[in-house]
Nanobody, 123 residues
Framework: VQLQASGGGLVQAGGSLRLSCATS????????TGWFRQPPGKEREFVAA????????YYADSVKGRFTISRDITNKTTYLQMNSLKPEDTAVYYC?????????????????WGQGTQVTVSS
């Protein structure tokens, strides 16, 4: 599986961005894609995840109500719509994928990672 993230940029607080993660490879049982982020000087943290067969979604408390994860099965792409952005959302955002029922909130659950895309929110 290869993942290609895009869509980052610079935005003012309160603005919106949409990240995309193009996926190659099969998307069969237990396939989950997730978004993680790594703020400057901090560890990588969970943002959101989606299970492709059921469309079940999972969110970090810090982004609930502001971010929406979705997937396009035909185009094998995962999206992260980010609204009401805050300066504390500034980070490098990574997409990841796994083929298991393990905890979708854990970095260690994912086997495949894309390159990061920078999101900067100015105050």
């Amino acid at each position: 599986v290869q993942l290609q993230a895009s869509g980052g940029g610079l935005v003012q607080a309160g603005g919106s961005l949409r990240l995309s993660c193009a996926t190659s490879g099969r998307t069969f049982n237990y396939f989950v894609t997730g978004w993680f982020r790594q703020p400057p000087g901090k560890e990588r943290e969970f943002v959101a995840a989606i299970r492709w067969t059921t469309s079940n979604t999972y969110y970090a408390d810090s982004v609930k109500g502001r971010f929406t994860i979705s997937r396009d099965i035909t185009n094998k792409t995962t999206y992260l719509q980010m609204n009401s952005l805050k300066p504390e959302d500034t980070a490098v955002y990574y997409c990841a994928a796994k083929y298991s029922a393990s905890d979708s909130r854990l970095v260690s659950s994912y086997n495949y990672w894309g390159q990061g895309t920078q999101v900067t929110v100015s105050s």
